[in-house]
């Protein structure tokens, strides 16, 4: 498991926690060349889960591009953030209404010039979705709005 988290002051990013673990099995190859995480990489390597408990202690809200698969990943790990609300990038904002094909994050930050290149490494998906939430949709109102606005029920 790869966990990484980002988050934000009011001056920009606070911190970054890039953590990987060690799991039970082998990492499958075809898994390793899709993130580049391979079983040397991880070998010995565990969650500090009492900084994650601190963090969540804290945490208002968690967003995701796509959520439920993260918040499942996550819950496996963790207890606390069950009770956190999570919001998701992927169905709280109106992606095809705007004509976009997919709603992919590589797809989506290719067409708002953010990059063409997804690492598929947790720290770097929050970055990428941090960037692509501060851009406008057609409307003018900002990804980030849209998102928190969309549903009183988070995802």
Not at 49 to 76: C, G, M, V
Not at 103 to 108: C, P, T, Y
Request: with cysteine; aromatic share 10%; glycine share 4%.
């Amino acid at each position: 498991m790869q966990v990484r988290q980002n988050f934000r002051g009011n001056n920009g990013v606070i911190g970054e926690i890039n953590n990987l673990n060690e799991p039970s099995f082998p990492i499958p190859t075809s898994v390793s060349r899709i993130h580049g995480i391979t079983d040397s990489d991880v070998a010995g390597k565990r969650l500090d889960y009492e900084k994650f408990d601190r963090i969540f202690a804290e945490t208002d809200i968690i967003i995701a591009h796509n959520a439920s698969f993260d918040s499942s990943f996550i819950q496996r790990y963790f207890p606390a953030p069950k009770d956190i609300p999570w919001h998701c990038s992927v169905k709280d904002i109106a992606w095809k209404s705007y004509g976009f094909p997919t709603r992919k994050l590589l797809d989506l930050c290719r067409y708002h010039r953010i990059t063409n290149h997804q690492t598929h490494r947790a720290l770097d998906d929050v970055k990428l979705t941090v960037q692509l939430l501060q851009q406008r949709n057609p409307a003018g109102n900002y990804y980030v709005k849209e998102l928190l606005d969309s549903t009183k029920q988070p995802s």
